[in-house]
């Protein structure tokens, strides 16, 4: 009878630690799974919108030297319209990902966006002027401020500081 006891008792231990350490391993699995595919959003966006703000960047500057010839008009639409294109892809990732981004994050990506299509309506006048470019060159700088700012809040997002404490704790 005690070993009968003692054996189901084992027995019972046994399969609690089994269903602690699947549910323990799933978790973890989980958690890797949406840290991985933060990642890469946060990856894709950062990318996206770095790549976007160095097209406008080149591209003002570009059209700042053809004001004093006049610009002409197919310059300004091809760089419109290679604009817009970016900002469309940049749109269709924010969408993309926002499931698992917080809200924070969304809401500092949104108000990047929309300071990013503030400076780019300087193209949407017929023929824009030096001033308007000017004004469009300078606004890239307080751009790249605010997109540093969201990746900061990326990074307290992910962790990275943590991670990157107990990875250097490992190396030593």
């Known amino acids: 009878m005690i070993i009968a006891v003692l054996s189901l008792t084992v027995s ?82 924010l969408h993309k990902g926002c499931a698992f981004i917080p809200q924070k994050i969304i809401d500092g990506l949104d108000e990047l966006y929309d300071h990013i299509i503030d400076t780019q309506a300087c193209l949407e006048k017929q023929e824009p002027g030096k001033a308007e470019l000017e004004k469009a060159i300078d606004r890239i700088d307080p751009l790249t401020d605010e997109l540093e700012n969201v990746i900061n809040e990326m990074r307290s997002d992910l962790g990275i500081e943590n991670i990157d404490m107990r990875l250097k704790k490992r190396a030593i």
């Open 12 to 93: 019972a231990a046994a399969f609690f630690f089994t269903v602690m350490i699947y549910r323990k391993r799933r978790t973890f699995e989980n958690e890797n799974h949406f840290f991985q595919y933060k990642l890469q959003q946060y990856g894709t966006i950062i990318e996206t919108v770095s790549q976007l703000l160095e097209l406008m960047h080149r591209n003002f500057y570009d059209l700042l030297y053809e004001v004093i010839d006049g610009p002409d008009d197919e310059v300004v639409n091809e760089i419109q319209e290679e604009i817009d294109k970016k900002m469309m892809e940049l749109r269709v990732i």
